[in-house]
Structures are given as C-alpha cells and as structure tokens.
C-alpha cells in the first residue's frame, strides 16, 4: 500500500475514532532543550500518557506577579503537553515542549519515562526503558550511507550517551597498505546534567565527510571536529525560556603528500575553523485554557576563518550575526488531539567577509539579508499509550482533502510513540 495513502488514512480514522470533546488549561511550554513543567497533584500511571513531561528534579518557582496563572494539574493541555516527536517545533523555540532530539541533546532527560519512539519518513527509532537505571538507544543515519547506533544511560542527575557509525576498510596488496574511510564515520558523545534551576549540555563529534584514503605516501583528511556547549534555564522556564551556548568546529578537506621525503600540504578553500556563539530566547505573549502562543528570537554571531594556503589565498575570515524570529502556537482541541505550528525566517543582520590574495589583492564585502519565511502545521492524536504525531505539506492546502487520495505526499514528517 502506498505509504503516503496510508499514513493519510491513518491520521484520519484516528481522528474519527476517538475524537472528544474536552476542556484545556494552559501550560507553559518549554524549550526546544529539556523544559521542566508544573508536578501533578495526583501521581499518573505514565508522565507521557496523562502529565507534561519533567525535566529536572527541581521544583517549578512560583510564577511572577504579571505571569499568566499556574496551570492545574487535571488540565488537559497538560496531558498533552509531553514527550513529543521530531515533527513537532521545527522553528526551534525555546518554549515548546520537549522533543525526542532535545532528549539526545540533554540524555538525563531519558529518565524522565519508557517509550518507544518510532520516525518512517526520516527512518530512525528510539527506545528508553528502566531496569535499576535507565537505558536507552537508537537506529539512526549518520550523513550518506552510514546507519549510526545511539546507547546511553540516564539517571534523575546525570546523563551520557554515545553514537558511532562505522565504515572503514583495511586494504593490503603485496608491500602496500591503505585504509579508507567512508563518508558517514561518526563518532561522538554527548554528556547533560540538570544543575539547580539550569542545565548543562557537552557535545563532541568527529564525522567523516568525504570518502578518504590514506596510504604510505598518501594522507587525507575529510572531517568535521566539533564541539558544543548548552547551558538553560529549561528545568525552571514557565514564560519565558532561553539557552546560551557555543559551536566549535574543524572543517578540514586537507591532503598530504609525502614524496622522496619531502611533504608537500595542500587545502580546500573550505578547509576553516569556525565559532559560533549563540543565543536563544523566547517569551510566551498569549495563554488560555485551550491554546497559547510564544515568540522568540534564535541568535548566533559565526566566526568563520579559513585555511586559506596554497589556493592562492593569504587569508580568508567571515563573520556574521544572524537572528532567525520564530512564532510558535499549540491548540489543543481535546484531550487526544493537539494541532500545533510556527512560522519562522532566518536574518543575516550584518554579515563581513574580508579576503587577501597571496598577490596582495584584496576583497572585502558586507551583506544584510532575510531568507524567505517557512510556515508549517501539524497534529497530534493520541488514545491511551498510543500517539501519532505529524506534521503536513504544502499539498495539504492546495489540494485539501483530495491529497490524500491521489498519491501525493501529505506528511513532511511522521512520528509514532508507544508510551508506558
């Protein structure tokens, strides 16, 4: 059966089976990180099922005099307003609640519940379970052909994960050795931790980009080193949520040529260090008892500064401070569905480049841009420990109903937890 009929289809009768009439209360949502919600007053068999999802043993503050009021505990926007998949804020705001990738970005987060977490359209998976700690893993992609397998541990303190893709060959062929590695070698680590009111989050990667092979005479390198550092307010955000953080990264497309002795280097004009510092911010502006809205503001300033070498270039640096603005709403119908979307665009406030030829030429240019603005809509629906999230194209309003009928693809994203 064609699976975009099918998924069509499945959203639908869904809809129809068990849709109910149901009152919401608002509840703050949280970052794209790890966010904190409000305790329930009654204990719920799962936190995915029936309570938003916590995000750090710290209890919530007392919301601010001018804030919007606390939500309750039996409010059905709570029940909703959990563990959510990839489909769901893709504008990135800090206030949104919390999404499986946020998850892998803040691991401790994995004690939170059990669920498994299964995405077709980007064919990925995830699965957390507690036996004494928690335990969790996931069938990836890592870039071109490579499948990239995540495990990791995850306590109410702490947590570490670990992701590797593995593609290289060892070649012999009388006295000469190789090795290749494939585009798609990954390895990386990624240890958070909540600290009070805060939280933590470290990263490092090393990814193959390129296929290389590297022999007696012969070394290349096709890699991206980075590294990443988090730090939010998420485990105590109500209305206003935000993360400071950093990007470290080595991009280096650089060969090695050894010859009667002598080494010769020669360098991609790619080949860069790069620093971005960023800020992100949001603020929830509108709140009631069905639906709320947040807007924001994600901020980096790139520092881009190029190898530069034997292309011709003395040097090469880059810098700009880009805003991506980003609207961001939740609206919950009843307690087993939730329709959700924002809008967002990327700046480029002010960008600089500066270039030095080897010949003493000079470039210098300054460039102020705003992207087209993306716009997306979503729905989940959830009965029990089953949900199903998705979020739509654009075939879905031009061709309404009849879309999904005749083939076309109506689901940008989809996404299928079974919660316990």
């Given amino acids: 059966m064609n699976l975009k009929l099918l998924a069509g289809v499945s959203v639908l009768a869904f809809a129809s089976a068990f849709a109910q009439d149901g009152y919401y209360a608002e509840n703050p949502a949280q970052e794209a990180a790890p966010v904190a919600e409000a305790p329930a007053e009654e204990p719920a068999a799962s936190p995915y099922e029936t309570e938003p999802v916590a995000q750090a043993p710290v209890a919530a503050p007392a919301p ?3 804030a919007p009021a606390a939500q ?7 029940k909703l307003d959990v563990l959510r998949g990839n489909s ?3 504008v990135g705001s800090e206030l949104a609640a919390t999404t499986v990738g946020d998850q892998l970005d803040y691991p401790y987060m994995m004690a939170l519940g059990q669920f498994l977490y299964v995405e077709p359209t980007n064919a990925l998976g995830y699965v957390a379970f507690n036996k004494g700690l928690t335990f969790y893993g996931g069938l990836d992609n890592s870039s071109s052909n490579v499948g990239l397998f995540t495990a990791g541990i995850a306590t109410a303190g702490f947590g570490l994960g670990f992701d590797i893709g593995l593609s290289k060959s060892f070649v012999s062929e009388g006295d000469d050795d190789a090795t290749v590695v494939n585009a798609g070698d990954d390895f990386g680590v990624t240890f958070a931790m909540p600290l009070g009111a805060y939280a933590l989050s470290l990263e490092a990667d090393w990814l193959t980009v390129m296929d290389e092979t590297t022999t007696d005479n012969f070394e290349a390198d096709y890699w991206d080193l980075s590294l990443i550092a988090r730090f939010s307010n998420s485990p105590s955000a109500t209305t206003l949520g935000w993360t400071a953080g950093a990007l470290l990264l080595r991009h280096s497309i650089t060969e090695e040529l050894t010859f009667a002795g002598n080494s010769s280097t020669a360098s991609d004009a790619e080949s860069r260090v790069e620093i971005d510092p960023y800020f992100n911010l949001a603020v929830q502006v509108l709140g009631n008892d069905m639906a709320r809205v947040m807007i924001g503001s994600n901020n980096t300033l790139g520092i881009q500064i190029y190898d530069g070498g034997d292309t011709g270039i003395k040097s090469h640096t880059e810098f700009g401070l880009q805003l991506e603005p980003n609207i961001w709403a939740d609206f919950a119908l009843n307690e087993n569905f939730l329709f959700f979307g924002g809008v ?22 300054i460039q102020l841009h705003t992207e087209v603005t993306r716009a997306q809509l979503g729905l989940r629906a959830q009965y029990k420990m089953l949900a199903v999230e998705a979020s739509l194209t654009d075939e879905v309003y031009t061709k309404t109903v009849a879309a999904i009928f005749n083939g076309d693809n109506i689901v940008a994203d989809l996404g299928i937890f079974l919660n316990f």
């Fill in 64 to 66: 601010a005099a001018e």
């Fill in 72 to 78: 309750t505990s039996g409010s059905l926007l709570a």
């Fill in 344 to 365: 967002s665009h990327n700046v480029l406030l002010f960008g600089y480049e500066s270039v030095k030829y080897v010949d003493g030429g000079k470039l210098s240019a």
């Fill in 88 to 90: 769901y804020n893709f």
